[in-house]
């Protein structure tokens, strides 16, 4: 069974490492510190005391008198030397084996023979001692004998049992502290992250949760604020996926039921309908059938734009005979409406490199909607030119229906119609200005529209040259 440990719990687990670490760490290193000060003290008290004129003459003249003698200088400065005769004791040995001759008290039949023993033994002062080791003792030579002082640290051991124990109640107590206050740092970081992890599984499960509270200003909260936008940012995807999916539906639905409805009419009269009827139900079901191609073929390229593999096949050509091109192609039926087509280009070239055939599509887009939208009897200008030397640009102008000024900033929004009625009966699916709004964001330009109800619109196009 896998155990799961929570954020509170790993971040107190770690504090509790990290408190008992510090403190033992501080432990060991105040007593090394104190037991390296307590056994400096220690030599330093012995040597001050042996190094007194007054107690070298004293001591040379006691050693004449034997080991007793300088027991009792010994014993005299015993409060110099810090000697207690319990935790500090001095002995006076033999000068050949180390055999102890007299002490404060009772005298033993025997000492260990320690190294500053030997040394001493040598005719050296005997000074050297270990931290490690349980007691610490001095042996100097005198005269014929030596003096030896011996310390079993009981004193410093029992003040570090003190000392121990303040410093873990310190630690314990601080441990508690740091803790309460780990665990309300931690909460600020934890709440939040479990708040996103709940709105994550609602996420995954289709649900939209509502928007995490932000707490504070740390990187937390930024992390919230994020998550925040990310998590409008989809519900606005979202919203637009089940739109875009609503109106494809609602597009091919209309157009699949008038050819469903004429082919059922054609199958039921069979040779009971007259020819001109045929042919003009015939018609109507080619124009669905090429409503829904065009509106497929439309979604293929937006799908495609969206995916990112639509590339530019970007090369050198003149916009004035693109627009010249486009427009002889719109002019023919514009004509038999009585429609007005001028078409107004420079003599010179405007070189662009840019993709034709994608800047083409876009004429062709902007021009029919022109020539569509446009009554009868109206008029249609097309022109282009440079501007400023950095751009070229193309406009296409008409004398139509115009747009109210509120729905110009939606005019770009996929399906998006002003008179969704009157649109349909033209044929516009809504796509075309979305699509021409792609091609021409990814060309690095821009599109205007200007326009006034009944007055006409202007749709301008600029490009980088």
């Known amino acids: 069974?896998?155990?799961?440990?929570?954020?509170?719990?790993?971040?107190?687990?770690?504090?509790?490492?990290?408190?008992?670490?510090?403190?033992?760490?501080?432990?060991?290193?105040?007593?090394r510190g104190s037991l390296s000060a307590y056994q400096n003290e220690f030599f330093r008290q012995v040597r001050d005391v042996f190094a007194a004129?007054?107690?070298?003459?004293?001591?040379?003249?006691?050693?004449?008198?034997?080991?007793?003698?300088?027991?009792?200088?010994?014993a005299a400065y015993a409060g110099k030397l810090g000697i207690d005769n319990n935790n500090r004791k001095y002995y006076i040995l033999d000068d050949k084996y180390g055999l102890p001759l007299a002490a404060m008290n009772e005298v033993p039949s025997s000492v260990r023979i320690t190294r500053?023993?030997?040394?001493?033994?040598?005719?050296?002062?005997?000074?050297?001692?270990?931290?490690?080791?349980?007691?610490?003792?001095?042996?100097?030579?005198?005269?014929?004998?030596?003096?030896?002082?011996?310390?079993?640290?009981?004193?410093?051991?029992?003040?570090?049992?003190?000392?121990?124990?303040?410093?873990?109640?310190?630690?314990?107590?601080?441990l508690g502290i740091s803790l309460f206050l780990v665990f309300l740092m931690s909460r600020q970081i934890v709440l939040p992250l479990q708040q996103l992890t709940k709105v994550t599984i609602d996420l995954t499960s289709g649900v939209f949760p509502e928007p995490v509270e932000v707490r504070g200003s740390d990187e937390t909260a930024m992390l919230t604020e994020r998550f925040n936008d990310m998590l409008e940012?989809?519900?606005?995807?979202?919203?637009?996926?089940?739109?875009?999916?609503?109106?494809?539906?609602?597009?091919?639905?209309?157009?699949?039921?008038?050819?469903?409805?004429?082919?059922?009419?054609?199958?039921?009269?069979?040779?009971?309908?007259?020819?001109?009827?045929?042919?003009?139900?015939?018609?109507?079901?080619?124009?669905?059938?090429?409503?829904?191609?065009?509106?497929?073929?439309d979604l293929l390229v937006l799908s495609k734009i969206d995916a990112g593999e639509i590339g530019l096949q970007v090369s050198s050509f003149n916009l004035c005979d693109s627009v010249s091109s486009v427009f002889s192609a719109n002019e023919l039926e514009a004509t038999k409406r009585g429609l007005t087509m001028t078409l107004s280009v420079p003599?010179?070239?405007?070189?662009?490199?840019?993709?034709?055939?994608?800047?083409?599509?876009?004429?062709?887009?902007?021009?029919?909607?022109?020539?569509?939208?446009?009554?009868?009897?109206?008029?249609?200008?097309?022109?282009?030119?440079?501007?400023?030397?950095?751009?070229?640009?193309?406009?296409?102008?008409?004398?139509?229906?115009?747009?109210?000024?509120?729905d110009i900033p939606k005019l770009f929004d996929r399906f998006y119609r002003v008179d969704k009625a009157r649109s349909r009966a033209k044929g516009g699916s809504g796509l075309g200005l979305s699509i021409a709004n792609e091609i021409i964001d990814r060309h690095g330009?821009?599109?205007?529209?200007?326009?006034?109800?009944?007055?006409?619109t202007t749709v301008t196009v600029r490009l980088p040259l």
């Open 1 to 31: 069974m896998k155990i799961r440990l929570g954020l509170h719990v790993k971040f107190v687990l770690v504090w509790i490492a990290f408190g008992l670490s510090l403190g033992a760490i501080f432990f060991v290193f105040m007593i």
């Open 53 to 74: 004129p007054d107690f070298s003459e004293s001591l040379q003249s006691a050693a004449e008198r034997g080991a007793d003698g300088v027991s009792e200088v010994i």
């Open 116 to 174: 500053n023993i030997l040394s001493a033994l040598n005719g050296r002062e005997g000074s050297t001692s270990l931290i490690t080791e349980p007691y610490m003792d001095i042996a100097l030579p005198v005269a014929n004998f030596i003096i030896y002082i011996i310390d079993h640290k009981a004193l410093f051991r029992a003040q570090s049992m003190q000392t121990g124990t303040i410093i873990l109640q310190s630690v314990l107590a601080g």
């Open 233 to 297: 940012h989809l519900r606005l995807s979202e919203q637009i996926r089940r739109e875009f999916v609503a109106n494809v539906s609602h597009e091919l639905r209309t157009p699949i039921t008038n050819v469903r409805s004429y082919a059922e009419t054609l199958v039921d009269l069979g040779d009971e309908i007259d020819p001109d009827t045929r042919r003009n139900f015939l018609n109507v079901v080619l124009s669905e059938s090429d409503r829904m191609t065009k509106l497929v073929q």
């Open 347 to 406: 003599d010179d070239p405007i070189v662009i490199n840019a993709d034709k055939d994608r800047i083409e599509q876009v004429l062709i887009n902007i021009l029919s909607n022109a020539v569509r939208y446009t009554p009868d009897g109206g008029s249609v200008t097309a022109s282009c030119g440079t501007e400023g030397g950095h751009a070229a640009w193309f406009s296409i102008t008409d004398t139509g229906i115009g747009i109210p000024q509120e």
């Open 445 to 456: 330009g821009s599109i205007e529209i200007e326009s006034v109800v009944n007055f006409g």
